[in-house]
């Protein structure tokens, strides 16, 4: 079955330290896969995402994810955290054009 | 991208009332979706909502229960009947848009039943 994992629940992390979320994906071929970010009391915003191509994606609020095709993975890295990055992250895939799987989310705790 | 307002952002309602979470977008899209998210979990996706036709619904939920409204192509209601305290959720309204499979939230609307 296909299946998004993020293993981490919860991550704490100290203002300026970097940040990284992992992600991984069960799916039969590449699928489209996605980061959200959801900030308390807010809907999904969409961070990045990678349908094909270069594995390094750029997306917004400084934050970049890679995707390693061998380790089905799609981690999300930000290099130095600011205190506003404290919120519920999200990856998501899905296969062309059927339906949006998320993960458990991970929740970012940003400690001064 | 797509720029969605749900309405309303928050609620708090009686037990056996019924809610009418509205969603418009700013510009026409072919595809729907309504999601919940119950308190610190992710998201589950409720429907699709078609234009023109019934809402698809994904195992565990049903019309009677959920029943959504697509008049157009840029609105859509969902209603959520005869609430007990297990429907206080977070609502999101979702679209897909453009040429890639590209979906953009809403803000949510947080509903608690009493």
């Known amino acids: 079955a296909q299946s998004v994992t993020q293993p981490d629940i919860h991550i704490t992390v100290s203002e300026g330290a970097s940040l990284e979320l992992r992600c991984n994906y069960s799916?039969?071929?590449?699928?489209?896969l996605f980061w959200y970010v959801q900030s308390p009391g807010q809907g999904l915003q969409l961070l990045l995402k990678?349908?094909?191509?270069?594995?390094l994606v750029q997306g917004i609020k400084g934050f970049e994810a890679e995707f390693k095709r061998s380790q089905s993975s799609f981690n999300l890295r930000k290099p130095s955290v600011h205190w506003s990055d404290a919120a519920e992250y999200f990856c998501?895939?899905?296969?062309?054009?059927?339906?949006?799987?998320f993960g458990a989310g991970t929740q970012v705790v940003v400690t001064p | 991208s797509a720029v969605i307002s749900q309405k309303p952002s928050r609620d708090i309602c009686q037990r056996g009332t019924s809610l009418t979470i509205q969603c418009q977008v700013d510009?026409?899209?072919?595809?729907m979706f309504w999601y919940r998210q119950q308190p610190g979990q992710s998201l589950t996706l409720i429907a699709t909502?078609?234009?023109?036709?019934?809402?698809?619904?994904e195992s565990g939920f049903v019309i009677d229960k959920f029943p959504i409204s697509r008049p157009n192509l840029t609105f859509s209601t969902l209603t959520v009947s005869n609430m007990s305290p297990e429907d206080s959720s977070i609502y999101l309204c979702?679209?897909?848009?453009?040429?890639?499979?590209?979906?953009?939230f809403g803000a949510g609307t947080r509903l608690s039943v009493l």
């Open positions: 979702s679209v897909r848009t453009g040429s890639k499979n590209i979906q953009y």
């Open positions: 799916y039969g071929a590449t699928p489209y």
């Open positions: 990678y349908f094909s191509g270069d594995t």
């Open positions: 998501a895939a899905t296969d062309s054009w059927g339906k949006l799987q």
């Open positions: 510009s026409q899209v072919t595809m």
């Open positions: 909502a078609n234009q023109g036709s019934e809402a698809t619904y």
